[in-house]
C-alpha cells in the first residue's frame, strides 16, 4: 500500500497549506445572484455551511439552494449551519425557489436543506413540489437534490425523490468509526440503506465523505465498498474544514496527491465517477454528474 503525504494535527494549528487558499467572491455574475437571493428571500447553503467554493460557483452564475429553512433539527459536529426549533416552514417557498432558478437561468440546479426531525413527513412534500415547480418552470433544467436523513420513514423519502429530478444525493459524511462524534443523531448504516432504496426507485444516486476527521486510509477504501454494495453511482470526497471554535477540530490536512489516489481507488472499486479534492464540496461540479 502506497504512503501518501497528510500534515499532522500540530501544522493545522499553525496555517492552512496552500492548496486551500480560495479566492474571494466578486465579479458582476456574484453580485447578481446575490442579489436574486436576498430579493426572494432564499437561504443558500452556499452561505450557511460557509462553503470555500462560493465565489467561484456563484461567479458562474449557479447556487445551492437550502430549503425548509435555515435551522436544523440536528447538532452535526462539524457543520455551520444553526441548530434548534425550526419556526413553520413556508409553503410558498417552492414557487419562490423555482423562480430564482429560471430568473437565473442555469441548467443545472441543486437542492439541500436543513433536517426537519420534528415534520412527520421530514419535509418530503415541499421537497416534492420545489422539483415540480422547478421543473414546471425551467423544464430543461436538471436537478439535483441532496436529501437528508429520513429516519427510516420511507414513504418520505419515496415523496421526496418523486419530483423528477435526475440526481438523489444523501451524504454519509464520514466513515462509519467516527459517526458518534461526527453525526451523533444519525446511523451510518440507515444512511446507506437509503441510498439503496434510493437506487432501486431508479435514481442516480450520490453521496459525500470530508477527510482530515482522523479517518484512516482503511476505513475510507471500506466506505467506498460500502456505498458501492448499496448502489451508489458517484463520490464526493473533500478536506474538513473547521466553520469555527465550537466544532471539531480539523485532526490532519489531506495532501492532493492523497485525494488523487482516492479517486483512483473509487473508481477501481465499482464507483462510476469520484469528485475528489481540497476543495470539493458535495454540490462541487454538480453539473458533470447528471449523465455518468
Known sequence: MIELPVISEEATKRKKPDWLRVKLPVGKEYAKV?????????????ESGNCPNMGECWGAGTAT???????????????????GRPPEYDADEPRRVAEAIKL?????AVLTSVNRDELKDRGAEIWYQTVVETKKLSPSTT?????????????ALYRMISGGQEVVSHNVETVESLYRRVRPQAKYNRSLEQIKLTKEYGK?????????????????????DDLVAHGCDILTLGQYLQPTKMHI???EFI???LFAHYREEGLKRGLKYVESGPLVRSSYHAERHVNV
Open 65 to 83: 439552494f437550502m430549503i425548509l429553512g435555515n435551522v436544523c433539527t440536528r447538532s452535526c459536529s462539524f457543520c455551520a449551519v444553526a441548530t
Open 104 to 108: 437565473m437561468g442555469v441548467k443545472h
Open 249 to 251: 477540530e480539523v485532526a
Open 255 to 257: 495532501h492532493p496527491d
Open 34 to 46: 446575490r442579489k436574486l437571493v436576498d430579493e426572494h428571500k432564499l437561504h443558500t447553503i452556499c
Open 143 to 155: 436537478i439535483e437534490t441532496l436529501i437528508p436523513d429520513v429516519k427510516s420513514n420511507w414513504d
Open 204 to 224: 442516480r444516486t450520490k453521496t459525500g465523505i470530508m477527510l482530515g476527521l482522523g479517518e484512516k486510509k482503511e476505513e475510507v477504501y471500506k466506505a467506498m
